[in-house]
């Protein structure tokens, strides 16, 4: 049987509608055409909305992938800096044990 506001293929639980559709007859009947303002406010946007929606979407993204970037790079640094000082510790040790062994 097809559900009469989708008119897909399903097995109406409860009168004509779909389990889905039951749902949104159910939110007109609660909350009337205050449905369809929100509905068109959110789902439906001129050119212009749309494409202000997308800009505002890929500066969003732009910022997020920036922080991550500059997390890596301050990982990356962090890391090189503790390498560094290991290095520098190692070789100073190495350069200590060679001074006493000229010593001796």
Known sequence: ??????????RPFMGYYC???SKIKRYINLYDKRVLEILDSVLSRDLEKQDNKIKLEIKNEI????????????????????SSVKHYNNSKEVIDELKKKIKK
């Open 1 to 10: 049987m097809l559900c009469y506001l989708c008119c897909i293929e399903s």
């Open 19 to 21: 389990e889905d559709c």
């Open 63 to 82: 910022d997020v992938q920036t922080k991550k970037l500059q997390t890596i790079k301050e990982e990356i640094i962090e890391d090189d800096l503790q």
